[in-house]
């Protein structure tokens, strides 16, 4: 299934684009798209059972709003330089174990919504990325199948980053990663049940209308399996928990000087196969 919110911020409402890509109404079956339902698995036969069933009111997509696909998001763990072609690209090691930083649930946005350039930044950065979908309490997992069997969904994630406030302001990465607007998600959680292989899925990125990333998950030094795995041993993953799998090649950072990197004016649209597709204007803060 194709999940997703629309409406104003704040105020969004659960739909469903079905196989025909309608857009409908979910509302009357479910009260959101959150942790909640992803964990109940008679929530979602009953959801499925209706579309299925043609029951589900048509939504006039004319002039809505995509908002988020997921509500109430728990947290954001997010893995650093996990693609082969990325580490290459910016001079880095490949890392032993994956690399771990965390984005607060309030940076995220909708998949067209405005992200905004903070002020006194010189260094924007784009980053396409497949966002994981936590569905099952995951805790110790003993393999990367059961990080699979952990998964609900996979969504579209521009992790926007701020190269001097991640790289140059010492300490963390999180002064970079955790300014507003700085999670576009969307537009639809996939339901894992039509991404048979998370790791053959391309991603695509343009800035102004010119392809800047086209790289693969085939390319991910830990795949989604492990990287579950991984987590379930530092922290307990929850239902509503989203992970930000890493970026693949092509981003400012790793380009020749003068680097491009974004400025209030700029357009980004980037996709996944399968997962849609996102479009942001960038704006001054």
Not at 70 to 96: F, M, Q, S, W
Not at 170 to 196: H, I, M, Q, R, S
Not at 203 to 213: A, H
Not at 232 to 247: E, K, R
């Amino acid at each position: 299934m194709k999940l997703l919110r629309v409406g104003t911020a704040g105020a969004e409402r659960p739909a469903l684009l079905d196989a025909d890509g309608t857009l409908r109404d979910l509302s009357g079956v479910v009260p959101d798209i959150d942790g909640a339902l992803l964990a109940d698995d008679a929530a979602l036969d009953r959801v499925r059972a209706a579309a299925d069933a043609g029951e589900l009111p048509v939504l006039d997509a004319t002039g809505l709003r995509i908002g988020p696909p997921l509500g109430r998001i728990g947290k954001i763990v997010c893995i650093g330089l996990n693609y082969h072609d990325h580490a290459r690209e910016t001079g880095a090691e490949p890392p032993a174990e994956p690399v771990l930083f965390m984005k607060a649930p309030d940076t995220v946005v909708g998949p067209h919504d405005t992200v905004l350039v903070p002020r006194a930044s010189r260094k924007t950065d784009w980053e396409v990325e497949l966002a994981v979908v936590i569905g099952r309490t995951a805790r110790y997992l003993g393999s990367a199948q059961e990080g699979l069997a952990h998964v609900a969904g996979y969504a579209v994630a521009h992790d926007v980053s701020e190269r001097e406030f991640q790289i140059e302001r010492g300490g963390t990465w999180d002064k970079g990663k955790n300014c507003e607007t700085f999670n576009p998600l969307g537009p639809w959680l996939v339901t894992a049940d039509e991404v048979p292989d998370p790791q053959r899925l391309s991603l695509r990125l343009w800035v102004n209308g010119e392809l800047k990333q086209d790289g693969t998950t085939a390319e991910q030094i830990f795949p989604v399996g492990e990287v579950v795995r991984y987590l379930s041993h530092f922290m307990t993953l929850y239902p509503g928990d989203v992970i930000n799998t890493g970026t693949p090649a092509g981003v400012a950072l790793g380009a020749p000087e003068p680097k491009p990197f974004l400025r209030a004016g700029d357009v980004v649209e980037l996709e996944i196969e399968g997962l849609g597709r996102q479009r942001q204007e960038f704006k001054s803060a």
